[in-house]
């Protein structure tokens, strides 16, 4: 075993093989003195960071030979405080206890993996990071809600400890006043409510799901607002609750999937095949889920004070409502605007 503070190379023995030849990454997490787990291995592996013999090596689980020399090169750790990045950001309101936004649709609110820059959080580090007292002995954003990447709309952040507690126990209260807008497949009732506890799919982990077991308490209330026939209702949800994912999933639950949620909209609609050619192309082709949050109220944590917040639906939503107002006529216009 030889080793230098980023790089360890170990030469495999006879009493590593002695009983069977194992896998390259389960060896490797036993002998190297890095106290790494067989996964860890196996990513550093399959991200070229270890050598076998002296030449690229990306198979884990490989078997191993008396006399293979592996080396590890182990890269540099990645500093897990996000930086502050010159983003533009739509500012509704500012003020020395906290901050109102409009997300725009893309837009990733905190770092995490495979999104470590260019996130809302990000941006605010840039725009007021300068003047934030500190939260928790560390200067950021308090984030006590967040919005989907590719979901728009209002967010409110705390700028201090006061309003991030304010604020988070007025949603852990539910007296925070959120209101949706949304594009979803099909004819909904003129107004409804869908309960149904939402957990992780059992499924599939990548998504949430309305479930009979480990799932947490939810209520989506509507009302439609405009109706394309039979093939898209326009409507405005409110949240009596806030799960992940809470509206997509009680939509796709009641069988009426937002137009473009790439996650719980895996197939063409039947309500499609009632649109025209031209709005069929556009509603399949929207690029994103059609979800926007419309309205935001809440207590000012200094005070309190009641402070409502509204932007209008994003210019992507808006365009192909005005679409499917044109070919319906005047029984289903409505202002987007």
């Not at 884990?60 to 890269?75: K, M, N, S, T």
Request: net charge neutral; with cysteine.
């Amino acid at each position: 075993m030889k080793n230098s503070s980023s790089t360890y190379t170990y030469v495999v023995s006879a009493e590593d093989i002695a009983e069977t030849k194992p896998r390259a990454d389960r060896l490797l997490a036993d002998q190297l003195p890095l106290s790494l787990s067989r996964s860890r291995i196996k990513t550093l592996i399959e991200q070229g960071h270890i050598t076998r013999n002296h030449a690229p090596f990306t198979e884990p689980a490989r078997q191993v030979h008396e006399g293979d020399v592996f080396e590890l090169i182990l890269p540099a750790p990645v500093s897990t405080r996000p930086q502050a990045e010159e983003i533009d950001l739509a500012i509704l309101y500012e003020d020395d206890h906290l901050l109102v936004l409009n997300k725009s649709a893309g837009m990733v609110v905190h770092p995490a993996p495979g999104n470590e820059t260019g996130t809302m959080v990000n941006a605010l580090l840039s725009h007021c990071g300068h003047t934030l007292p500190g939260i928790g002995g560390e200067i950021r954003p308090g984030i006590i809600h967040r919005l989907d990447k590719d979901t728009s709309g209002v967010m409110v952040v705390a700028k201090t400890e006061q309003a991030l507690t304010s604020l988070s126990h007025q949603f852990a209260e539910r007296s925070i006043n959120r209101r949706y807008l949304a594009l979803c497949w099909g004819r909904l009732p003129s107004q409804g409510s869908i309960e149904g506890p939402i957990g992780r799919d059992p499924k599939d982990r990548k998504k949430m799901a309305v479930v009979n077991r480990n799932g947490k308490y939810a209520l989506t209330s509507y009302q439609s607002l405009l109706y394309f026939g039979e093939a898209i209702t326009f409507l405005e949800c409110k949240l009596a609750t806030g799960r992940t994912h809470q509206i997509r999933v009680h939509m796709a639950h009641s069988q009426h999937p937002l137009l473009g949620d790439p996650l719980y909209l895996r197939r063409i609609h039947p309500a499609a095949k009632t649109l025209s050619k031209h709005l069929k192309t556009l509603a399949l082709d929207y690029p994103y889920q059609a979800l926007h949050a419309t309205l935001l109220g809440f207590s000012h944590p200094a005070t309190d004070q009641y402070m409502e917040f509204s932007t209008p639906v994003p210019q992507t939503m808006k365009t192909l409502i005005d679409e499917l107002c044109l070919e319906y006529g005047e029984k289903a216009r409505y202002d987007a605007s």
